[in-house]
């Protein structure tokens, strides 16, 4: 014998109209109003990138050691197991 199924309930969706409008919109945010032009210090920048490309440059070289080594180990493995 089978049980009947009881009624579904669904959810109808709301609409929620705003009673008051946020403080930050349409006004000064706290970053600035971006009127005046960005001025960047080029010497600060230079050095902040060249402290980038050495360390991409020794991250791959990092990388490219790890994988020498890999590969040595899974020859070596390789080899061991023939024995």
Do not use: H, W
Not at 54 to 80: C, F, N
């Amino acid at each position: 014998m089978s049980v009947p199924l009881a009624t579904p309930t669904y959810n109808t969706a709301q609409v929620l109209t705003p009673t008051q409008v946020p403080s930050n919109v349409g006004g000064k945010g706290t970053g600035g109003d971006y009127t005046d032009e960005p001025t960047v210090d080029l010497t600060s920048f230079q050095s902040l990138l060249d402290r980038l490309t050495t360390s991409k440059k020794r991250q791959q070289r990092q990388k490219s050691v790890e994988g020498r080594r890999d590969i040595y180990a899974g020859g070596l493995a390789s080899m061991m197991r023939n024995f």
